[in-house]
């Protein structure tokens, strides 16, 4: 009987280590997928670029499983104004749930403030820190 409990315990420890070890893989496969962009052109070209990018990822991975956030600093501010070019695409990406993020630094430089911008997009402080601290929390990185 006692070599039956040390073969129980023996397997019992072995199922409890196995399930310790998928568990990481199991939380891995529920996260979503991270990324920042960066604009910082006021290029509109370069904008819709970025826009399709998000889109397509969107598509590819379901807009549900992938969490995107667009920061935009120095000159790539001006697309966040409220009449810009792409303010219709802007609004279309919020709406997928998109974090479009103004650099308020980059406003206040360039004396704008927030009824200057496109009522939908949300700021932080700034754009570059931004990045930065978005890539610490796992985020992937792209700049068109």
Do not use: F
Request: with cysteine; charged share 20%; proline share 3%.
């Amino acid at each position: 009987m006692k070599l039956t409990n040390t073969w129980m315990g023996a397997l019992l420890g072995a199922a409890l280590t196995m399930g310790a070890l998928t568990l990481p893989i199991a939380a891995q496969a529920a996260d979503k997928e991270k990324l920042v962009v960066q604009v910082s052109e006021a290029n509109p070209a370069t904008w819709n670029l970025a826009l399709n990018n998000i889109k397509n990822i969107q598509k590819d991975l379901g807009k549900d499983n992938v969490e995107l956030e667009l920061v935009a600093y120095g000159p790539g501010i001006a697309m966040l104004k409220a009449e810009s070019e792409v303010s219709n695409r802007i609004d279309e990406a919020v709406d997928s749930g998109v974090h479009v993020m103004a650099c308020e630094n980059t406003m206040h430089g360039q004396k704008l403030g927030k009824a200057d911008m496109n009522a939908r997009i949300g700021y932080v402080k700034s754009g570059v820190v931004e990045i930065l601290q978005r890539q610490e929390q796992g985020y992937a990185y792209l700049r068109p």
